[in-house]
């Protein structure tokens, strides 16, 4: 059962601008913490922003200006949208639902299976 | 920036037990979440809170914390363990979230 389903990814030139979508299937995005994670081709996980059920919104610093996550509760989804993209933002980018354990809301327990974004001319 | 530091590979005969370390300033204080990820495939949650484990995943799969190393030990390694294993922690200071650098295990 696919919980979480991206979409929008493709070819982008550098300095365009693409948005993201992630639906949730299961639950509501409204009543949970969401992240998006991206990993770069060969590399390892990197986070990259979250929203929580309050609606605020955390980046990783050095895609703070650049990067816009937001929720439309109507279509129960979260978005990413990307300005002047760059050749190293060429990733997968995850959507992950964030578990809330012993210690608060902290790790990612459910995965989509993620959409690529490559940046070249 | 808060930094994990994980071992570049570790392999294992069939049967044998793995251990994959993570290091970080404090860790003990931190809550150390685990991922498991085959080639191609999407991350899977394998053991959270130091030493929890979500439904579906086996016994084998085990997480302790001392100072300031994480490990996930994983016992009777079977061919499909192999893959690549990341640590990760939520950092209370600018609310982020850090994995480590990764880990591929291979099965010999």
């Known amino acids: 059962e696919v919980q979480l389903e991206e979409s929008g990814g493709g070819l982008i030139q550098p300095g365009g601008s693409l948005r993201l979508s992630c639906v949730a299937s299961?639950?509501?995005?409204?009543?949970?913490?969401m992240s998006w994670v991206r990993q770069a081709p060969g590399k390892g996980l990197e986070w990259v922003s979250s929203?929580?059920?309050?609606?605020?919104?955390y980046y990783e610093e050095s895609v703070r200006g650049r990067f816009t996550t937001s929720r439309d509760i109507s279509k129960n989804t979260v978005s990413l949208h990307i300005n002047s993209l760059r050749a190293e933002d060429t990733a997968v980018y995850y959507c992950?639902?964030?578990?809330?354990?012993?210690?608060?809301?902290?790790?990612?327990?459910?995965w989509g299976l993620g959409t690529l974004v490559t940046v070249s001319s | 920036s808060y930094l994990l530091t994980q071992p570049p590979s570790v392999s294992v005969a069939p049967g044998q037990t793995a251990r994959i370390t993570c290091g970080g300033d404090?860790?003990?204080?931190?809550?150390v979440h685990w991922y498991q990820q085959k080639p191609g495939q999407a991350p899977v949650l394998v053991v959270f809170?130091?030493?929890d484990r979500p439904s579906g995943i086996p016994e084998r799969f085990s997480g302790f914390t001392s100072g300031n190393t994480a490990t996930l030990t994983i016992s009777r390694v079977e061919a499909g363990d192999e893959a690549d294993y990341y640590c990760?922690?939520?950092?209370?200071?600018?609310?982020?979230?850090?994995f480590g650098t990764g880990t591929q295990v291979t099965v010999l």
């Open positions: 929203i929580y059920r309050d609606g605020t919104i």
């Open positions: 990760q922690v939520w950092e209370s200071t600018g609310d982020l979230y850090v």
């Open positions: 404090n860790l003990e204080r931190k809550s």
């Open positions: 299961v639950f509501d995005v409204s009543d949970t913490y």
């Open positions: 992950a639902k964030i578990g809330v354990g012993r210690f608060g809301r902290s790790y990612f327990e459910i």
């Open positions: 809170d130091v030493f």
